[in-house]
């Protein structure tokens, strides 16, 4: 392997998969816009050909600038670039599905969200490598807890709920990178628990009864503990008073994250359609082009959001399966070249970025099998999108850089 | 707990337990698909070869609406939808054959199959759900469609309640009429889960109460087979039950509303407005001619809607909320309370120049509208003759900068605030006002005599003018006009809708003495001999009033009423407005009558709550 030999060269499997799964997406948009009924979306497939050009070159120049000057003042430039975007989202984005999640310039279109993601990773391995950092001490988590609220909260205030949990998952998975013990990090999630137990009564029992053991066996002084304790009494008592003063949309706009069969209208809907998808793939699938649930048209996004279910119903399991192990390789990749980075926040960045691949890939499949609700999350390389594609690429190309300055301290 | 923050983050440890976490969840995903795809695959592949799963909406019905007294004003019928999924799987083998079931579905609704060929492709582009053709089919026409299914593959019957209003065309603008959501309705964020061809409340009250009465649609998933026949789709999802709106409760007495209406003659236009002006409560918001909000339930056509909403007399347009017109006479109270306010005037008071039908003010002469003259008169009769003269002098002897200054106290530019849409603002023009339309200083100082009497540039709409009548009637307090007296939700009152004791309104510091003069003036131009106001006149109450006929661009003068009874201890404060009717005492003060009578003395044929429907 280059990398072990230390070459200095790119890590080839991850470059591999990365095209490898870019064309398979290409191949896919074509299918997925081929039918008669889809004639306004037929060129999509060049569209995104061009922008894969694009993506390629854009990775390459984040691959051979030196992480390095990501490192110190520009972080802040960076994330506050990020902020200044999604604030203005708030106020002049392009209302998409009911959410304000857009900000475009002529044809061009772009997620403010995409570049919050990847200043937040960079500004949280900046934080967590400093030296004197020491994350027993309950302070040394105020700033990565600011760092990652912030853009987590002005996402969520969109409304987009999938799009804003990516920062808690970015921010989780490089506390535990940098060395939190597993317990802290479960105090830290459990208010995020809390949320979403509050509406089941036995489900709040069991974790509350769960959280007392933990705090009980903890060792931890009385201080934190009646911290925890008190935080998750105010979420407690806070929810259910909010969920109350709810307008009756707003209610029902939240019954349908959390349990899209309630929605009478469309999620359950489209769950079904795609399970029936892939499920009719077989093993072998109906042929590329062939797939008859496609040609439905049961959505207006299977080229986007659900272009996974296109894949599983022309090529079946066989192609189903390929992909994902494809994209456990390039998660695996990014772990291992987060693990061999000698540099403490160059390991951080590559752990960061590779969470975020972790998170899509995993929502939109899970969502796309019936496994997890409809987000609107789309698949990363393979899901139609030229910023999409581009931000992608440029994430890579990232990592590709540790993996070209392993070496480095 | 061991951990040492100096080593290298990814350590072997946390590398290896992440690695594996990571590995067993995708290791999950290739299961499911394992069992989704080789395991149950035959299952699917039958589904999406034989079948074709559906989703159908059952429709929620919309909250009843009713009155104080629990009459109903609107509420559901059941009725028959037919529709069209344009993505049957017919249509997707074969999308030529679309167009023939259009064209055959024309000739049985009795639609012109281009209009229902652009609802096709219009509603169907963003949902997948059967596209509602035409709403509350006859029996006839469900039997023949029905017989007919072989040859009209993906059309349906639907079960949808149909919005009905009872009383027809009364209280049309109050309780306004709902309609299919339209594409700028649907780009409203908060209106996500609306899709085309859902109804959703337009005006008044289905409008202003829409998140409330909407409810919240079911649904149930079935599954269609090659027969065309459907069975419910067992072991995915129970159907889920629709749940209707909250039920409404106005404040609004039915009896008084209909006095209202009928008083007006056949083919009059205006509005009469009745509050009570201890709680501002609407007891009655009527607005001629009116319109029959049942045609909107059903859709109604383009021809059918373009007569509505421009033909000559404007039927869809909310007169007592949505117009403002010149106070003419019926301002004189306010005037004259500004004149005891500010000191410019006691009661007792006359004017230097007696009243002879005209008054000369530089080398203009501005007429009394009485062109005999009414000879030098105080406040009371002033107010009950409805003298112009006393007015030009009060309104010189004020000065229009104190006049403004008095009227902006009592909100007279203000919206009333009453809880329906599309409310518009009156206006009592000031000098920055008259400086920003004619350059400053470019305007004539005689204005103010014209805004004395209620004419020039003021304008007020009849909800606002029942307001001001309140804030007399009730002694100073600016009553905030509001149409709900409850909502229930889910069996409950839902609370935080309706004004409290101490959010009545706005407190307004005005001396009980200027009132009461001004209170006894208005009561004199009802009972005095002289009084124009004496065809609002009620047996055994005592009634205050004014009456007012304002000069106006369009056409002949309107006639104005406003007044409260009993002027002891107010329950009721009406504004009545008839366009061009002429004489206020004529043509408004009657209508005032009957509303009041309605009020004090009901007549016997009162609509009363029938038990059971």
Redesign the interface.
Known sequence: MALLRGTGDVDRPLLFVTVLLALIGIAFVFSATSMTSASAEHGLYLKQLIWLVVALAGGAVAAAVPYRIYMGKSAWLLYVMGLMLLVLTLFIGHVGLGAQRWLGWGPLKFQPSELAKVATVVLLANFLSERKLDLTQMGSLVKPLVAAGVPFLLVLKQPDLGTSVTFLTILFTMLYWAGLPLLYLFLLVSPVINVAASFFLPAWILFAAVLSAVLYRSRLRLAPILFVVAINLVVGIVTPQVWNHLKPYQRQRIATFLDPSADPYGSGYQIIQSKIAIGSGQVLGKGFLHGSQKALAFLPEQHTDFIFSVVGEETGFLGAAAVTILYFVLIYRGIRIAHHARNRFASLLAIGLTSIFLYHVLVNICMTVGFAPVTGLPLPLLSYGGTSLLTSFLQIGLIQNIAMRWREY | ?L???E??????Y??RN??AV??I??AL??L???T???L??????E???EN??R?E??AAPRGDIRDRNGLLLADNVPSFTVTLDP?D?TY?DN?GLLDSTVARLGVILGVDATLLREKVQHDGR????PVRLRRNVDRTTVAYVAEHESVLPGVDVEFEPLRRYPLGLMASHLLGYVGEVSDKEL?D?????Y?RGDLIGKMGIERQYE??L?G????R?VEVNAMGRKAELLG??HP?Q?KQGAALTLTIDANLQRAAEQAFAPGARGAAVALDPRTGEVLALASKPNYDPNEFSTGITQERWSALSEGGNFPLFNRAIQAAYPPGSTLKPFVALAGLMTGAIQPGTTFRETCNGAFQFGRRSFKCWNPQGHGTLALRDAVARSCDVYFYQLGIRLGLDRLADFMKRIHVSDRSGVDLPQERRGLFPDAVWYDKRYGAGKWSRGLVLNLAIGQGETSLTPIKLAQLTSLIANGGTMIRPHVIREVE?DGRRVTGLIATQDSIGVRIDLSPAALASVRAAMEAVVADEHGTGYGARVDSVRVAGKTGTAQNPHGNDHALFIGFAPVDNPRIAVAVLVENAGHGSTAAAPIAQKMLQAFFHPAADTLRVVASR
């Not at chain 2, 080593?7 to 072997?12: H, N, P, V």
């Not at chain 2, 149950?40 to 592949?45: A, M, S």
């Open positions: 707990m951990f040492d923050p080593s290298l983050s990814g350590s072997r946390r590398q992440f690695t990571v590995g969840i995708f995903v290739l499911r698909l394992f989704m795809q080789v149950q695959g035959g299952k699917y592949r589904l999406s070869e074709r799963i989703v909406v059952i993505f799987k997707v999308p963003q949902s997948f759900l780009e964020p908060d209106r996500a889960e899709l998140s409330y909407r919240e649609a079911g649904k998933f995915e999802k889920i629709p939700e």
